[in-house]
């Protein structure tokens, strides 16, 4: 059964500060990993997905990679900005519908 | 081109009554996935439909749960004698195709009295 770890579960920086959250997964049996950013009461905008052939994908100031065979993931996010706090989802796609975890919450501090 | 539509985006229920949720996809998909959001918790898969079949319903309740996807017409979630446990978000996201990414919808605020 696939489990999605996210660390940390919370994380407050001050603007400007790069930063950087882990996903891990138990099966690396998978077709893809997203990364979702949810804010309060919104539903998910997805931010980033990598396919299991691919080691990471940028868009802007987000990076993400991907280690399929130690089933780790890790959302970059540089020069942090105040609109950039929102909780930040990891989730797989394998044989079994999205698995999330449980995501990291995010406070830019001004 | 419209996102994934849920209506409504509010609902309080007493105990015992049944709720209706409804998600209309973004266009041209065809695929209908459900999940529920509990407090401080992850989303967990609910269901997974494909126009008229639902194809895996194993994050489903056995009991008092129901979903369906017709047609002609929006996907619809329905819980039936809603207990105060109910109370949660309920998202609906939409896929062209089962491994293509799920653009999900704003959700369901549902509310147990």
């Known amino acids: 059964k696939q489990e999605v770890t996210q660390i940390p579960a919370a994380l407050s920086v001050p603007e400007g500060e790069n930063l950087v959250l882990n996903c891990s997964f138990t099966?690396?049996?998978?077709?893809?990993l997203q990364w979702f950013r949810q804010d309060p009461g919104k539903g998910l905008t997805s931010l980033l997905l990598?396919?299991?052939?691919?080691r990471e994908q940028t868009s802007g100031r987000l990076n993400a990679s991907l280690d399929k065979s130690s089933g780790r993931s890790t959302l970059y996010i540089a020069a942090s900005q105040p609109g950039d706090s929102a909780t930040y989802l990891c989730?797989?796609?394998?044989?079994?519908?999205?698995?999330f975890g449980k995501g990291t919450r995010l406070s830019v501090i001004a | 081109n419209a996102g994934v539509m849920q209506n409504p985006r509010h609902l309080v229920r007493r105990r015992g009554q049944e709720a209706r949720l409804r998600c209309s996809p973004m266009?041209?998909?065809?695929?209908v996935y459900w999940y529920r959001q509990l407090p401080e918790e992850g989303l967990k898969f609910m269901v997974y439909?494909?126009?008229?079949?639902?194809?895996?319903e194993s994050g489903m309740p056995k009991e008092r749960f129901s979903a369906e996807f017709p047609k002609e017409g929006p996907s619809i979630l329905r819980i039936q004698q809603v207990v105060r446990g109910d109370s949660a978000a309920y998202f609906c996201?939409?896929?062209?195709?089962?491994?293509?990414?799920?653009?999900f919808g704003d959700g369901t605020r549902l509310s147990i009295l």
């Open positions: 989730a797989v796609k394998g044989n079994t519908p999205l698995v």
């Open positions: 996201a939409s896929s062209p195709g089962q491994v293509q990414p799920q653009h």
């Open positions: 099966d690396s049996a998978i077709y893809n």
């Open positions: 266009k041209g998909h065809s695929h």
């Open positions: 990598i396919q299991s052939s691919q």
């Open positions: 439909l494909q126009k008229e079949n639902i194809i895996d």
